[in-house]
Nanobody
Framework: QVQLVESGGGLVQAGGSLRLSCAAS????????LGWFRQAPGKEREFVAA????????YYTDSVKGRFTISKDNAKRTLYLQMNSLRPEDTAVYYC?????????????????WGQGTQVTVSS
């Protein structure tokens, strides 16, 4: 089992920045891939970014490339999402998730473990 707890959400003006954190606990080996998803009201859960826990390769959805950066601290077992140049359309609940098999990294059903989510609101 893997437990994931997100933090760092909040209210920010357009153009501002936030840094989300996701603390992982549970079994020794967390996962092949950890990722961030988001879900806005009335919309489906959307892939944002993912990172390979060992190799460090990263993946981003097009709308956040150049603005968001996913990173990790293996020693602290923590995942991060640095979000810059935030836009109102980035407003959503952001979820951290673990993908044990490391496959289909952009597909939410490939992720077995999820955090409770943290709200990000960007005002115009």
């Amino acid at each position: 089992q893997v437990q994931l707890v997100e933090s760092g959400g909040g209210l920010v003006q357009a153009g501002g920045s936030l840094r989300l954190s996701c603390a992982a606990s549970g079994r020794t080996y967390i996962s092949d891939v950890l990722g961030w998803f988001r879900q806005a009201p009335g919309k489906e859960r959307e892939f944002v970014a993912a990172i390979e826990w060992i190799g460090g390769n990263t993946y981003y959805t097009d709308s956040v490339k150049g603005r968001f950066t996913i990173s990790k601290d293996n020693a602290k077992r923590t995942l991060y999402l640095q979000m810059n140049s935030l836009r109102p359309e980035d407003t959503a609940v952001y979820y951290c998730a673990a993908n044990p098999g490391g496959n289909r990294v952009t597909f939410h059903r490939a992720y077995n473990y999820w955090g409770q989510g943290t709200q990000v609101t960007v005002s115009s």
